[in-house]
Structure formats: C-alpha cells, structure tokens
C-alpha cells in the first residue's frame, strides 16, 4: 500500500522475513484452528447485507477482532480495543462452487467513507486459494522493486504490474461501507473483471453516517484463482475448493477515525505485517465438511467415468455418506454387482438407468441416473 | 423422448418446414424477470423471494396445451401449473419457480417414468435440431427439411457426441425426484446439471400417488456450447438486458405409476420442440424493474484502446436522467465530455478515477480505485 505511512512496521516486518527464502514452510498462525463454514447448497446466503442466513453458521467459527494485533501507523504493538473497533467475521464456502462467502459485522466509534480515494475505513483480504505461497504484489518481486528499477537488472514497473501483481494470490481493499464509489480496490491488473458478478458480489446494511459511531454489516463472495490474469477470466483459473483442503487467507481491518488524515490503525490477523503481498505468511484456513446436521444419517450418491468408451468400459465411484455394509450396483442393462466401486463393459450401446442401493446399520437408501450413462 | 410414443398431432404444425426462422408464437414474447443482485433468490425450495416477481411474469397452464394425453383444456383439478423465470444481470443463470397442484403424483420409480417439467433453453435462440440423429420424430423431411439426410460417412457415436445437447439443452427435471439425481440432462454433456451450473430444490409433503402442492425451485446455465468433455471446453451462453432466447418446456403428467399413459403439456405449438430449437418460444432477459433502481445512479466503465500509447476509452454508463458529467481522470486532468477517450502521460497503477453526474433528480457519483492501468 504505498501510499499509506507504515512507520517502523516495515522493519519490524523486515526483521521477520530475513528468515526465509521463499516460499516459507508453513502458514501462520499454528496457535490457530481457522475455519471456513461448508453451506448446504439449499441454504446459500443471498448477498443482502443481513446477517440472518448466517445464524446456523456455530460460534466457534466466528474470527473477531481480538484475534488480530496492532503492526503499524496508529496501532502498532497495541491490542484491539471493542470500545473503538469490534469486528466478528465468519467466512463460508459451498461444495460445488468456488467461491468464497463473508460475513462482516463491525461495530466502529468512527465511521469514515465518503472520500473517493483509498482512504476510509477498509477491509483489506488477502486470498490464496492453493496456498503455493510466494510474493504476489510488485514491490515483492523476486528481481526487485520494479518501482526503483534503475540499472536494468530489474523488470520495469509495468511487467512487475501486469504480468506479476496477484496473479497467484489475490488482495482487496473493501471499502466499510463503499459510498459514490465501487465495493473494493482489487488490487492488481485484474481490478476491471475480478471484482464484478459472476466472480463477486457484496451488499451492506448500515445507518451510520461519515463521523458516526455505530454499526455496519457487510457480506459478500469473491473467487480465488490460482492465476489471475490482466486480460481477463478467459485466460484465468479458478482455485478448486473441496473439502478439507487448507487455503491461505489473511486479512486487516484498517481503521480510519479521522477524514483529514491517511492515517490508519492497521489491525492484523497475520502476525507478518506484509501478509497483503506475500502469501506464506497468510493464516491457515480449512474448508470444512458439512456439519452433522446438515448431513443424513445414509445417503446413496455415486458418479462414474467412461474409461474406453470403444469397448464401452465404465467405471463407478460410490460416493455414499454414512456407514454402509453392502452395495447392490443395477447397471440397466440386466446385470448387477455387489463391489463397492465396479468397473463394468457394456455389451452394446444404449441408454442406461442406473441404480445403486446401499444399506447399512442406519438404514438403506438408494440412488438413481436416468440416462447419464449413454454409450453409442 | 424415444422410448415412448409420440404422436402425429405436432407434425402437421411442423410441416412449414426446415430451420425456422422464427420462433414459436410470433404474438407472444415471455418475460424473464431480472433479480438484483442484493434479492438473488436462494434455492431453498420457497417461494418467498419471488414474492418481488410481479404476476404478469407468471406462465400458467393455460399457456400450454397438451398435445400428447387427449386433453382438449386444462383441468385445474387435475393438473395446475405456474411457472416464473428470472435472472441477473452478471450471472449466466436462468432461475425457475415451478408451482404445480397434481391429483397424482408420480415419483416412485428410479426411471424415466416419473412426474416431469422438461425444460428445454438455446442461449443465443441458434435454433436447429438438438438431439441425436436416432430420433426419427426430429430428423425427418417434414420437420427439418434437408438436414435430415444422413451421410453415411458420418459414425453414429460421431453424430450423437458432437450433436446432442450441444447447442441448446434439455433438461428433464423429476417433479419431485426422490433416491435420484434432480433430473436426467439429456445431452452429451451430463456434468451441467451439478453446482455450479445448476442447483434444485424441491419441497413437497405427499406420498407418491398422492395430491398435493409442489414447489420447485432451481437455476440452469444455458451453453452456446456444451460437449462431453467437460466445462473447460464449454462455452456459457452471454446473458444481457433485452436479449431474446428460445426456450420452451412441456409438463409430462403421469396419472398411474403402473400405465405409461400420460399428458404433455407443451408450451410451444409444436410438439418436437424438444428436439428442435427452432420451434421454442420467445423469451425476453427484461431490464431492472424501475423500483429497483435509484432515480440516478453514476456508473462507468473503460477500455485500454492503445497500452503503448496509453489510450483509455471511458463509458458512461449511469442510470437515469443525466445532463452533465465531470469526469476525474486522476492525473490532474478532467472532461465534461459524456464518453470521453483520455491519453494519459506516464504509467499509472494508482490512478483514482471519478465521475460526478448531474441532472434534474440529483446528482451522484462513482469512483473507481487503482482500476484505470496504464503501461
């Protein structure tokens, strides 16, 4: 953030990264058990600033402010104070999409949002969504800082913006509330897609006015990529998310409780200060498997691959939820098979109902695809 | 649908010929809601975010006409259905509310036979054939003129692979589908009926064979290109405000889970639409209804048109009645212009750019942050 006054941060932060080439060997925050709520895909929170379709997210999910410290400026070395700022974020995920889902609630004894720059208060996020770790912003590139490149032995501040700037990992600064200008700064050369439907999408509700004290809510996606690209999603991978895989995610609430000054209180979840731009030193944080609740108890589910689709060879995947001590696979052409995962060879072509049944202690259950195996 | 007997009635309307034109029901043109982004339905199988949907958006069974079953009107006794679809703006989604009454409802069996709402979309309305060359009822002189001369060069598993469910999709979705995938996609392509393409609800108190009230809820994607490959080689179908695309569905009512007795209840005129894109109907992706957007609203947007000389087009693109603009082009220099073209001197990657519009409802403003680069 160059235009933002870190004052001795830097060399504290400077100190911590003498450690290490990169990228380091483990995230931060190993006193920490970060997780990302799994949503059952019929309860997906619509984006309308409330927090309502949040309350079957548990508590125990729920990362507030306490846990991040003062690093720079305003706030260096001091711990939050929820007189001041009180910040409780929940972060969520849904099997089948990749995207990422927050809940914001803050309560600041300043509001500040009206000017059209990056000043105000601001939420700043920090996403890798593969955790390959490894410096995401110009000023960290390997060669050098591309903006004091003088001799040639640097790439120029150009390449070091566009071919470099999260391209592997991505930063935002969302502006708390975004007044008269858009949700977020995406910082990079993706900022003209990235921060737009289908990639994001953000609402907030909130009464305060610029100077007011009080509360603000805010809830919004966004989609982490593997690789990122200046000219847009074509050229772009989106990072896969499943479940229990560990994705790297940081963040800073930077607190502006003055609108005559650039200066912010920097309030850190990462215990590395320039977290924003170098992606090993984001937090740990899991996406979790549907909790119990949402789960039954016995659920048949099963997919398949055509392996030679010459020979008409086919082999299925159980995919079942529960305990399960038997399976009976109807393949829909008058044979069956009692294994859990068979390959079959259709003798001739044709469309398939297929149906696998499944029983174990807690009960039976069944699942069928009507035509999903078609072979010609 | 091949394996069940479709009858004569539809072909005589089909005769016209090959490759239509025009879609079905040139006097009518249906209405697909837009959602706003902060009023995204959730497919929780409940009506209640539709509430903001109004009912002139609604396509009831009346619309629709039973071209199969003998039914000569619809009997709302025995069959009742209201449909509305949506979108928004940003997302390539067709969302559906599908409320249906049924005196019997059909869902016991793991097949085909079953209570069904075939949907049928062709994203960019191309029209043509959409399913496999094997299906008589489409491929033959009367509906499809010439195309239906087969070259034998051509494999069966070449033309079913390369053709069907490739350039519009269908969609037979199990109204309610119990110990079953949501629906059977029938198409080459069977991945687009998991997240993110699709996801389905449905929510309904009653036993098989018995009446009752269902709602279902769900959204598809439509694809200008969907293969057996997969979605990496899939191309989404472009939705924006105005756009007309074909789509079409047919209720299939089963009264009996021992007979293969059935109604079909088409909302298209011809009963192969759903094997042919070109005799779905007309729908229309409608703008953002007037309550649900401010009386003025500055937005913009920008094209690098030259990185080397670092040439930048703006776009206004606000809402509402707007007599000036001030354009902030973050380096010191500005414009009154409404889609002014800016050259700018040296790289920016930390340009704010701001636009202040102006006019008889007031006044707004819109900036953007570090978006406008420059090499």
Request: include cysteine; aromatic fraction near 12%.
């Amino acid at each position: 953030m160059k235009i933002i006054p870190f004052g001795s941060a830097l060399a504290i932060a400077a100190a911590a990264f003498i450690a290490g080439a990169r990228p380091a060997a483990a995230l931060e925050r190993q006193d920490a058990n970060f997780k990302i709520f799994q949503f059952p895909a019929d309860k997906i929170p619509v984006i309308d600033g409330k927090g309502d379709d949040w309350a079957i997210v548990p508590d125990d999910y729920i990362i507030g402010s306490d846990q991040t410290h003062g690093d720079s400026g305003l706030n260096l070395g001091k711990s939050p104070d929820p007189k001041s700022l009180d910040v409780k974020i929940k972060v969520g995920w849904v099997k089948g999409l990749n995207r990422l889902y927050f809940l914001y609630e803050a309560y600041d004894n300043y509001w500040d949002f009206t000017r059209p720059g990056l000043q105000g208060d601001i939420f700043e996020l920090a996403v890798d969504g593969d955790r390959s770790g490894g410096s995401f912003i110009d000023r960290f590139h390997p060669d050098g800082d591309p903006s004091k490149a003088t001799d040639g032995k640097t790439i120029s501040a150009r390449d070091g913006w566009f071919s470099y700037q999260g391209n592997q990992a991505q930063n935002y600064h969302i502006f708390v509330p975004a007044e008269g200008k858009d949700w977020c700064m995406a910082w990079g050369p993706q900022a003209s897609w990235i921060k737009k439907l289908p990639y994001s999408n953000v609402a907030y509700s909130y009464t305060v006015k610029q100077g007011e004290a009080g509360r603000v809510t805010m809830e919004l996606w966004i989609t982490p990529f593997d690789y990122a690209a200046a000219e847009g999603p074509g050229r772009s991978v989106e990072s896969v998310l499943t479940e229990n895989k560990i994705i790297g995610v940081s963040w800073a609430i930077m607190d502006s409780d003055d609108d005559r000054s650039n200066a912010h209180a920097f309030w850190n979840l990462s215990p590395k200060h320039t977290m924003f731009g170098k992606a090993e030193e984001l937090c740990a944080f899991k996406l979790m498997p549907l909790e119990p609740q949402f789960r039954k108890a016995i659920d048949a589910d099963w997919s398949f691959k055509i392996i030679n689709l010459d020979r008409r060879v086919v082999a299925f995947q159980d995919e079942s939820i529960g305990k399960i001590t038997s399976w009976k696979w109807d393949f829909g052409d008058g044979t069956t098979s009692a294994e859990q995962h068979p390959v079959h060879t259709y003798g001739k072509p044709g469309q398939f109902v297929v149906v696998l049944y499944i029983e174990g202690p807690d009960g039976k259950s069944r699942r069928s695809k009507v035509w999903d195996v078609t072979l010609r | 649908m091949n394996p069940l007997p479709r009858l004569l009635l539809a072909t005589g309307l089909a005769l016209t010929g090959a490759r239509a034109v025009a879609l079905d029901k040139p006097d009518v043109t249906y209405r697909i809601f837009q959602f706003p982004a902060d009023q995204i339905p959730r497919i929780d199988g409940k009506a209640d975010d539709w509430a903001i949907v109004p009912d002139d958006y609604a396509i009831g069974i009346d619309q629709m006409v039973d071209d199969e079953g003998g039914h000569t009107k619809p009997d709302p006794k025995d069959l009742d259905v209201k449909v509305k679809v949506g979108w928004v703006k940003g997302l390539n989604r067709l969302y559906f509310l599908y409320e249906a009454y049924d005196n019997y409802w059909d869902f016991s069996r793991p097949d085909l036979h079953n209570d069904i709402f075939e949907v049928v979309v062709d994203g960019d309305a191309s029209g043509g054939p959409l399913i496999d060359h094997g299906h008589a009822d489409v491929w033959n002189p009367q509906a499809v003129g010439e195309m239906s001369a087969r070259d034998p060069r051509l494999t069966t598993p070449q033309l079913h692979w390369a053709s069907h469910g490739v350039q519009a999709q269908n969609y037979h979705i199990f109204t309610p589908a119990k110990d079953k995938d949501w629906c059977m996609a029938w198409s080459s392509a069977t991945w687009i009926k998991e997240l993110p393409w699709a996801n389905a609800k449905c929510t309904y108190d009653f036993k098989p064979g018995e009446s009752g009230k269902l709602v279902l809820e769900f959204w598809i994607t439509p694809f200008d290109y969907a293969g057996p490959e997969g979605p990496q080689r899939a191309v989404e179908s472009v939705l924006s405000d105005n756009k007309v695309i074909g789509m079409s569905w047919a209720v299939i009512d089963y009264d009996d889970v021992n007979s293969n007795k059935r109604s079909f209840w088409n909302l298209s005129r011809h009963h192969t639409m759903f094997g042919n894109a070109s005799q779905l109907c007309a729908f229309q992706l409608m703008p953002l209804e007037a309550r649900f957007r401010p009386l003025v609203d500055a937005q913009w947007s920008f094209k690098v048109i030259d990185a080397d000389a670092r040439v930048v087009a703006f776009r206004d693109q606000s809402q509402g009645r707007v007599t000036s603009w001030k354009w902030d082009f973050g380096d010191g220099e500005s414009s009154t212009e409404q889609n002014p073209v800016h050259t700018y001197k040296q790289y920016h990657s930390n340009a704010v750019v701001i636009l202040d519009v102006d006019g008889p409802d007031g006044k707004a403003r819109r900036s953007k942050v570090w978006d406008v680069q420059t090499r």
